[in-house]
């Protein structure tokens, strides 16, 4: 029971408030979320070693110096030297390495090792962490190499299967129709059975985004695969947000993807425009760094990557 | 890596805007409390499985908000007051025979400690009991009363010096 200045009180509250109109932007709100998760992840895992979820952290970049047998032979396209946009010409350093990909062999080994190298500019937090992905949709994770063989041995594959669905969906991208391979590639992350996520949804720029970062984990995933590299190059240049730019990376010709999140409607201050820029090999798709931070706020997040090929054998053995 | 569920999407769509004027009275600026919504529900996305198993979600998102509105003010103290309230000169109601001016009462509750602010909006504002705001602020239900009472005395000497009396 309120007293009579209580009620006055809370019918003064509501008279200020109670007509002020407000419509939220779910699809930014779900894209903002979501890079949330994507950092806490990496955060955790530098804070405790582990947990399940650190399978959705991969997303980021890579430098690659190579990838023992895949493709090494120079590209024999000229790169644009302009930022290029959206459409599938002016993608077309995307799709002409795509081309290329698509036809090499397939390299020796039946698992991709990826060690991920984490910097946060504005902590000075630095996380090494190693990732082996089985072509056969396994995932190891170890806070160190050496920690690998005990995670083969065990079976302790993490990730619910959800890097295999990515990396297969990437695989029919590479000479598949587009639009199947994007609702395949977006809703990779979908619990086989449950409902579709895209039947949810005719947002495309929602839909674009889950493209993005579903590719950016399958071109982790599978960056000792050609295809795979070849079938993510040709989904992420069907993103009209997202911008080639012709890079040189640590002595390396590269192509840097950037794909910069919208200013939220009404909301520069949540959201300053988070953006993610992957760098990829020139010559190979080979992915070899990311950064992801908001524009006009602390620097965010820095990923330098090593992918070689290995044999799971060797790793359950020790002798990679 | 999940997708949120159409549970997440109909819990944003039916606590946006009640978070929205909680937001705003804790800041004192609309604009201000949009982002801080934007930025709660997020977060909210980000711990979704864990709200779902919350006694309460509504209380999680809430508490969220509300450490975001401290955060915000911790990082801004130096800041100029919110523009909000001096443009808002449309008066309140009658309260006890005399028109409150909205932006006087505004800049009252903006004076008050964080915690009390909170309290004053919860326990007004959302005609929260007692125990439900102390499950919000997570603290016990004698902090809440206590927090109440030094608001209402705080806001009726402040009003009461603008001759606006509560």
Not at chain 1, 68 to 88: I, K, N, V
Not at chain 1, 137 to 156: D, M, N
Request: glycine share 6%.
């Amino acid at each position: 029971m309120k007293s009579p200045v209580e009620q006055r009180l809370s019918d003064a509250l509501h008279d200020i408030v109670d007509t002020q109109p407000f419509e939220p932007d779910p699809a930014a709100i779900e894209r903002r979320g979501r890079r949330l998760q994507r950092r806490a992840v990496t955060v955790r895992i530098a804070g405790t070693g582990v947990a399940a979820a650190a399978v959705a952290v991969a997303v980021g970049a890579m430098v690659i110096p190579d990838v023992p047998g895949s493709q090494s032979t120079a590209l024999p396209a000229t790169h644009q030297t302009t930022p290029t946009t959206g459409t599938s010409a002016a993608q077309q350093p995307l799709v002409r390495l795509a081309d290329y990909l698509k036809t090499a062999p397939k390299p020796t080994g039946d698992a991709t090792l990826v060690m991920r190298d984490q910097n946060y500019p504005s902590t000075g937090l630095r996380v090494v962490a190693w990732d082996l992905y089985g072509d056969d949709g396994t995932y190891y994770f170890a806070r160190t190499r050496a920690g690998l063989p005990a995670q083969v041995v065990g079976h302790k594959s993490r990730g619910e299967g959800i890097f295999g669905r990515e990396v297969a969906a990437a695989e029919y991208a590479a000479t598949g129709d587009l639009n199947t391979a994007r609702d395949e590639m977006a809703d990779a992350p979908t619990n086989p059975g449950d409902p579709k996520a895209i039947s949810r949804t005719n947002d495309k720029s929602l839909i674009d985004n889950w493209v993005w970062e579903d590719s950016l984990d399958a071109l982790t995933a599978g960056a000792g695969n050609p295809v795979v590299r070849a079938g993510v190059l040709r989904l992420l240049s069907t993103l009209s947000e997202v911008t080639v730019t012709d890079t040189t990376t640590t002595g390396q010709a590269t192509l840097t993807l950037t794909d910069t999140e919208p200013v939220v409607k009404d909301g520069p201050k949540s959201s300053s425009g988070y953006t993610e820029a992957l760098c990829i090999n020139a010559d190979t798709g080979v992915p070899v760094t990311f950064h992801g931070g908001d524009q006009a706020q602390s620097p965010g997040i820095d990923i330098n990557y090593e992918v070689s090929r290995v044999t799971l054998a060797d790793v359950a053995a020790g002798t990679f | 890596m999940r997708r949120p569920d159409d549970e997440y999407r109909e819990f944003v769509e039916s606590r946006a805007r009640p978070l929205h004027r909680i937001a705003y009275l804790l800041c004192g600026d609309w604009h201000l409390a949009n982002d801080l919504v934007q930025e709660a529900l997020a977060k909210t996305f980000r711990h979704w499985r864990k709200v779902q198993r919350a006694d309460s979600p509504d209380a999680y998102v809430k508490r969220i908000l509300i450490n975001e509105a401290n955060r915000h003010a911790r990082r801004h103290r130096n800041a100029a007051p919110p523009t909000d309230v001096a443009a808002e000169e449309t008066p309140a109601p009658d309260l006890s025979n005399r028109v409150v001016d909205r932006e006087v009462l505004v800049r009252a509750l903006l004076s008050l400690p964080a915690r009390q602010r909170a309290t004053v909006v919860l326990r007004y504002l959302e005609d929260m009991s007692e125990r439900e705001t102390a499950a919000v602020l997570k603290c016990g239900e004698g902090t809440v009363k206590s927090q109440t009472a030094r608001a209402l005395g705080t806001l009726k000497n402040l009003l009461n010096r603008e001759e606006l009396p509560l």
